[in-house]
């Protein structure tokens, strides 16, 4: 059956995402194939996937007064099991103080139980609204580094393909628990999809232009392109595959 190219839009704060891939039209019957082991090539499409979920997720919900915070010990740390519920009163106490001063508390976490015999400690973005000496009374097990939340052109990703990185045990082996997670009330930006947009032929002319930013903002004038560079061809069949990066013209960044 012939693929159609479908045209998918997240748009969230500031930012645009765009995804330009084919897609096959759904049969009227279909049977379900059997799962095959991902391939090196899928496993990173599949990480790089989370991350720009998670940067979707970051930019929708935090802006430059909100924290990404590092949560650490003094003296030996406990396991992984303790450090998460360590975590989990911290955030129940910091919503209760972040509660009476009428802020609604939102964080994206992830616990990082390092390689190579690395400390076990935990990444988080929280809402701001406290001095970074009052979230150090609230953790009260060690340390915090604590810095303003910085966006740029792309947003966050370079700290959400942080975020999502695999979790490794002591032994250095791949973890098995989820890499990030955020609050319930995080807006998770939903997509838009149109399969009508673009043709084969035209999306042939758009590959073309790789790197060319000014040419994709004439496609989207309301935006400037931040990344063109993701352009894919399945060696096989000739199919394109694009992921663009848009951000508001308007739109003023920290870096």
Same mark, same amino acid.
């Given at each position: 059956?012939?693929? %159609?190219?479908?045209?998918?839009? /997240?748009?969230?704060? !500031? ?8 897609? #096959?039209? $759904? ?14 090539? $899928? ?7 989370? #991350? ?29 099991? $303790? ?15 972040? +509660?009476? +001063?009428? %802020?609604? &508390? ?19 973005? %929280? ?7 009052? &979230?150090? $009374? ?6 915090? !580094?604590?810095?303003?939340?910085? /966006? ?18 002591? #032994? ?51 935006? &400037? ?23 508001? #013209?308007?739109?003023? /960044?920290?870096?």
């Amino acid at each position: 059956m012939k693929a %159609i190219y479908r045209e998918q839009r /997240f748009e969230y704060a !500031d930012y645009m995402e765009v995804a330009i891939y084919p897609v #096959a039209p $759904q049969p009227r019957a279909t049977v379900k194939p059997l799962r095959r082991p991902s391939t090196e090539t $899928q496993i990173k499409l599949n990480q790089l996937n989370r #991350a720009r979920e998670c940067n979707r997720v970051i930019c929708a919900n935090f802006d430059n007064k909100c924290y990404y915070i590092t949560l650490t010990y003094k003296g030996e740390a406990p396991s992984e099991e $303790q450090v998460r519920k360590d975590v989990e009163s911290f955030l129940r106490k910091l919503k209760r103080v972040l +509660k009476k +001063k009428g %802020i609604e &508390l939102k964080w994206v976490k992830t616990i990082e139980t390092g390689s190579k015999g690395g400390r076990i400690h935990a990444h988080l973005v %929280i809402t701001g609204g406290l001095s970074p000496f009052e &979230l150090q $009374q609230l953790w009260g097990r060690g340390l915090i !580094d604590c810095r303003p939340l910085m /966006f740029g052109v792309d947003g966050v990703f370079g700290l959400s393909k942080y975020f999502v990185k695999e979790l490794r045990n002591t #032994a250095g082996e791949p973890g098995k628990k989820k890499a990030w997670s955020c609050s319930r009330n995080c807006v998770r930006p939903q997509p838009k999809c149109n399969d009508y947009k673009y043709s084969r032929k035209r999306v042939e002319t758009i590959a073309r232009e790789k790197g060319n930013a000014r040419f994709f903002e004439k496609l989207y004038p309301e935006y &400037l392109c931040a990344d063109c560079e993701t352009i894919a061809e399945n060696p096989k069949n000739g199919l394109k595959f694009l992921h663009l990066i848009f951000y508001k #013209a308007k739109a003023r /960044f920290d870096l």
